[in-house]
């Protein structure tokens, strides 16, 4: 089956700019994430979706940071206006709704804010 | 809050040889899941092995192995014959398994792991 797909792989852009990131989930997947890869550091969730509500967006900085999921399959995550803090890989992940299902991964857009 | 330490940033292995990636947890929940998540350099994140708290026994998948220890918190992978391919960062994650609507991925920092020949 074909796995989580992420688009662009590799984006730089100056700070105060804006930019968006892409995310096809497996195919049935109603859960779907945003984390952010901060080098040397593990994944931070951002976003969480079920579906197309958001079920966990604590740590998502609403002032700068959107994501939207319409029609529950595909999500796109936007930074406006983007800090130098912001670059990271950004991870984008999906599974079935259940208890303890696997989160498959994309390839991830490596973010570089100059 | 839940939290994940991995308190090795490197580890090294020969070829052939076994190896053992620490990691502990620290949570009030009784059941939940544990995960081991290896990063190849430039590739995505995909799942090495799963342990579901309520199980005593350990988690195998083929040459990887996990030391689950509910008590003390800690969760250790051990890779037996070390491959070139097995060179990668590892993630040891937590997900709480209270409700479905709680279930994100915590992970720890991660441990480069590097294969010599």
């Known amino acids: 089956e074909a796995g989580v797909a992420q688009s662009p792989r590799y984006k730089i852009i100056e700070k105060r700019q804006s930019v968006a990131f892409w995310c096809n989930p497996i195919?049935?997947?109603?859960?779907l994430y945003w984390y952010q890869q901060i080098l040397g550091q593990g994944p931070k969730l951002l976003i969480q979706?079920?579906?197309?509500?958001?079920?966990?967006d604590s740590q998502l900085p609403k002032d700068r940071f959107s994501a939207e999921r319409l029609k529950g399959v595909d999500s796109t995550l936007k930074i406006q206006p983007a800090k130098l803090e912001d670059s990271a890989v950004y991870l984008c992940?999906?599974?079935?709704?259940?208890?303890?299902?696997?989160?498959?991964f994309g390839q991830g857009t490596r973010l570089t804010v100059v | 809050a839940q939290t994940v330490t991995q308190s090795q940033p490197e580890m090294s292995v020969q070829e052939a040889e076994t190896v053992t990636l620490s990691c502990t947890y620290d949570t009030s929940e009784s059941d939940y899941y544990l995960f081991w998540y290896k990063q190849p350099p430039s590739r995505q994140m995909i799942l090495v092995i799963r342990q579901e708290a309520y199980k005593q026994q350990n988690a195998t998948e083929n040459r990887f192995s996990v030391n689950f220890q509910k008590a003390a918190k800690s969760f250790s992978l051990k890779i037996s014959d070390s491959q070139l391919g097995d060179a990668a960062m590892y993630f040891c994650a937590y997900r709480s398994a209270r409700g479905k609507n709680t279930d994100k991925l915590i992970f720890g920092t991660g441990t480069r792991l590097q294969v010599f020949p």
């Open positions: 979706f079920q579906n197309n509500g958001v079920v966990d």
């Open positions: 195919s049935g997947h109603a859960t």
């Open positions: 992940a999906s599974s079935l709704w259940e208890q303890g299902a696997e989160a498959f």
